[in-house]
């Protein structure tokens, strides 16, 4: 396993990072996109009230919605990714004769990529807590991690439901990044859900994962969580994670059985 971790981190690394252009152009755009949402964080909603009594900062507001989606989403969409290089470097099949299994293979070069989005995540709060103002103590970071690392779990189980589909039918990539973008949205990256209609708020938090771990992760940040709702919080998410990850596990084996039984080598279509 650790064998395969180095060469996965290694090939990486050496496909994106080796260029130092690349890693000043990526320290520019995590700026610039910070820039943005700071002058229009000023310019158009200084202040949020989200908790009762207490006024936050719209820049702080969106940085943690950005922050506290993005690893996780990475693992929605890196397994159909690592498919689609493979199938575009002609070795998709290669894998379905390794000893261990194509969703361990896969996770395995996701988890590689990821260690290079989460260095991206400390990156921007970095930037945002040095050039900008950002109030977030190293503690609540700390009470953070474990709902991030249950959350791979949950997201990593909607990838392998999402590369089934991709498998079978060949496509449909593109509404796979359409749909996590309404439910990011929905989930209130950008605004309060509290300003959706008819109590959608309520029924989006336990009907969707991402509603419940950002919304989780904003009381953390803010300290307006007691340990009570956290570990109520972690608990779901938990369920969540058992029920996704088996379902996309049991998803993806039956699609792999089909390919197999067809016969026919792997054509991508986005």
Request: overall charge neutral.
């Amino acid at each position: 396993m650790f064998n395969q971790i180095k060469i996965c981190f290694i090939k990486e690394f050496r496909y994106y990072y080796q260029n130092p252009l690349v890693l000043f152009s990526i320290f520019l755009n995590e700026l610039i996109v910070l820039l943005v949402f700071w002058y229009t964080a000023k310019a158009f909603v200084p202040n949020l009230e989200i908790f009762s009594g207490k006024a936050i900062d719209y820049f702080t507001f969106i940085v943690i919605g950005e922050t506290a989606l993005r690893i996780p989403s990475f693992f929605i969409s890196i397994i159909g990714q690592n498919m689609k290089n493979a199938t575009l470097d002609g070795v998709f099949d290669n894998h379905l004769l390794l000893k261990y299994s194509p969703q361990y293979s896969f996770f395995i070069e996701g988890l590689c990529a990821s260690f290079f989005e989460i260095l991206k995540v400390a990156l921007v709060l970095f930037l945002a807590s040095v050039f900008f103002v950002i109030d977030i103590t190293f503690y609540a970071l700390l009470l953070a991690i474990p709902i991030q690392l249950i959350s791979i779990l949950i997201f990593t189980g909607l990838g392998l439901i999402s590369v089934s589909i991709l498998l079978v039918l060949k496509r449909g990539e593109a509404w796979l990044m359409r749909l996590v973008s309404v439910a990011t949205i929905l989930a209130g990256a950008y605004f309060p859900t509290t300003v959706l209609p008819y109590g959608l708020d309520i029924h989006l938090r336990f009907a969707s994962p991402f509603n419940l771990l950002l919304e989780s992760t904003r009381q953390i940040m803010h300290e307006q969580i007691s340990y009570q709702t956290y570990f109520q919080s972690c608990f779901i998410l938990f369920l969540w994670a058992i029920l996704l990850s088996t379902f996309g596990y049991f998803l993806f084996s039956k699609a792999l059985d089909l390919h197999k039984k067809s016969d026919k080598p792997f054509t991508y279509l986005t």
